[in-house]
């Protein structure tokens, strides 16, 4: 017998270059799973169930972040205007480096506060002290693909302890929780290390999540250093023969293009914050038509303020309709089908997540379709790219649980992390040696 | 007495290069007007006073949309990835040729709840039946400067009737409505026509709102048609000697600049419509450096799809980094000098808007900062440029009045313009030949 019924929901559907909705639909989930859809109300309903309202709301697959920093959410705004150089050195690194594994704690619920409220239900994330990451994300009710993030100068002890919380927290969270190796990126690790990252997560029967090909200038360096491209240290090292999400890999020669293609591999893609940061915007047509899936990211807070993957999805469609000069390019389907089957294959889930279908985790987001800043309803789907705002998220369901329900959060206490955040930062802000971060009182 | 206390606000200050927060304000309001602002609580109130309780939420001049087609919001997701051509001819005229001066009464309304809940105060519009707009404007509380449009083709008689309506219309409804002509474009009339509109515009003592150089094309057609660009044939025919709202002006030369250097006019920045579009975008350093007065606009909502100005500012601040590819470029001081005070200052109202003051029109927006998104406040400043949404626009003061408190509308019944709306789309989608607009329920 289901467990929980979405009742009266408009589902929005993309296939290739179609989107449409189907209106008026029921959505029946048995445990974490989508069992049925029907037409609303014709099938009797029995007693117990839990039933969600949807009154017209659009449903859509709970929407994904496949690369973010969440804990960062503690930063937002504390580095603004600054060379990324800047950002790192004299701002980033400096109150990184007093960060407890509590302050990881409550700025990563702070983060999927605001993710449940704008419909994120799952995220990848790529952070240190990830135990508290992951417990928070147990608590938030959100699923998580969670890598450890590690340096080569850490050394292998260090990966070793990453190894330990992949073990520790595999499947854990009612499945929800998934645990990955983390080596940051090409350039702050080394062939050897990363090879040894490559060999450990063969080990465990994991994938890896790493940064690539950020900028053109770490292109630029790999090929100094190195000979090679990034992306062909990724092949060189064994990485390309896991599972793997290549966060940004924004700078991909032709030939890495070729080296990603048949490859268990995606590409994590965080618009708001190549346009933030000046870094360069991919055309994103040279992933699609090379078969490279492309998913929606972040990045974290302190460099694009805000978790919110709507904002992105619109930010992905402008950018590349501006950087082509064409208003035809990145039409609403093939827009969707980035957001939605793109992010969920990113994740290795694509069989999972990414459609609000039978069979499929039930992961969905209802999305109010009243606003006078969505009127008239000529085009929902037009209008959930364009028009709506993280704001208009009424419900979000995650594994079957509801987490959000008419904008309220149903499983973390908002206030209680903002007073917890509040009392960290007053202390964070102090031990930054000459570095003094200015709060406001909140 | 004062007739309005709004009691406890932290209100944005901006100056140059420097951006800040004044924390715990009270600021009265007497009649149209700002009479004083002090700490809160530190003057006693008078028990008949009207109190607008902020409860510390930011204070922002009203936002100004100084480019707009309000009643266009009637055809918002209409025409999606489609040629410029194509929108036009055969999405939005065919439409167009349809509409009654009632459909532009109901589509206007439509627009304003938009805006007012986004905390727009104040909005320039550019189309046609124009008493329906200003008759809009009055019912809704809106200040708004109006021109009615007008081509060539539709000859000297019709721009007598949009003298008329100026007549009609100037400084109605407590002084809120201003009322310009607005001959369309130069490519849409004549250097004569243009020449009959500057003088009509000198003998009725109001400027002239129009759009110019929207794309590179339009430069080119310009040139070979008459040997000069746009912007020099406004000067040519004596529209530079007016006040000038420049709608667009992507496309100016060096000499354009010059021109433009010292006359009342300003440019009309819609940064969504031309990354939507394609069409470019311009580096806004040119007109800044030239002297040359910018200011926020979102269009029409058939092309932009929303009429949100903080949605604008955002997209203005990263177009512009990207576009530079520098991450130090158009910094939060001085974006939030383009959105106050640049757009004061291109609806010729820079003494009066923009900045909350004693003595400017009190044309407030308070903006809700208890978010999980906007948390921490580091940077309440870069927190409203890149984290705030519409949605946290909770109370809104145009003209000493209130128009919206704890985000409802007090001025617009919202039930009634939806069904208005939802009438006449019926009626529209029918009327199209060979274009029936396909209509979601509402």
């Known amino acids: 017998m289901p467990d929980l019924l979405i009742h009266d ?5 993309n296939e290739g270059d179609r989107a449409w909705v189907d209106l008026h639909q029921d959505i029946w989930v048995d ?15 029995p007693g ?24 960062m959410t503690l930063f937002r705004g504390l580095a603004e205007d600054v060379s990324v150089e800047a950002w790192f050195n004299d701002y980033i690194w400096p109150v990184e480096s007093n960060l407890t594994p509590e302050d ?34 147990a608590d938030a009710g959100m699923r998580a693909l969670l890598a450890w993030a590690v340096f080569a100068h ?38 050897d290390f990363l090879r040894l990252c490559a060999r450990r997560a063969q080990e465990l029967g994991v994938g890896i999540h790493t940064h690539v090909s950020e900028t053109a200038e770490q292109v630029r ?5 190195y000979g090679v491209t990034p992306v062909r240290m990724l092949l060189d090292t064994g990485i390309l023969e896991r599972p793997a999400i290549l966060a940004h890999c924004a700078y991909p020669s032709d030939a890495d293009l070729e080296i990603l293609h048949g490859k268990r591999a995606g590409v994590a893609h965080a618009p708001k914050t190549y346009l933030k940061l000046g870094s360069g915007i991919p055309d994103l047509r040279r992933y699609l038509n090379a078969g490279i899936p492309v998913g929606l990211a972040t990045d974290g807070a ?56 039978p069979g499929r985790l039930a992961d969905i987001t209802l999305i109010r379709q009243d606003g006078a800043h969505v009127f008239p309803r000529i085009n929902p789907a037009a209008n959930l790219i364009y028009s709506s705002r993280a704001a208009d998220v009424d419900t979000v369901i995650c594994n079957g649980q509801v987490l959000l329900e008419n904008g309220q959060l149903l499983t973390i206490d908002k ?9 960290r930062l007053a202390r964070l802000s102090q031990r930054v040696p000459g570095n003094r971060i200015a709060i406001y009182p909140a």
């Not at 117990?48 to 804990?71: C, F, K, Q, S």
Request: with cysteine.
């Open 302 to 357: 302190a460099s694009s303020n805000t978790l919110d993957i709507l904002e992105q999805l619109r930010m992905m469609v402008l950018s590349q309709k501006n950087l082509a000069g064409d208003s035809t390019v990145m039409p609403v389907a093939k827009a969707l089908g980035i957001a939605f089957q793109g992010s969920a294959q990113v994740l290795q889930m694509g069989s999972d997540l990414g459609e609000v279908t």
């Open 221 to 225: 360096l790999s090929l100094e250093q």
């Open 154 to 191: 850490e050394g292998e002890a260090k990966l070793e302890q990453t190894c330990k919380f992949v073990q520790r927290w595999q499947g854990k969270a009612d499945g929800r929780i998934t645990a990955w190796l983390g080596p940051h990126a090409p350039y702050t690790t080394t062939p």
């Open 104 to 137: 990881v704690y409550w700025g990563a619920l702070l983060g999927m506060a605001e993710m449940i409220e704008a419909g994120v239900t799952c995220v990848a994330d790529h952070y240190f002290a990830m135990d508290q990451v992951a417990q928070a994300a």
């Open 415 to 423: 206030a209680q992390v903002k007073r917890e955040v509040s009392r």
């Open 9 to 13: 929901c408009d589902i929005l559907r």
């Open 48 to 71: 117990n169930l839990r039933i969600v309202e949807a009154g017209g709301r659009l449903a859509i697959p709970g929407l994904m972040n496949t690369h973010a920093h969440v804990p």
């Open 31 to 45: 445990g974490v799973r989508i069992k049925d859809i029907q037409p609303a109300s014709s099938m009797p309903s």
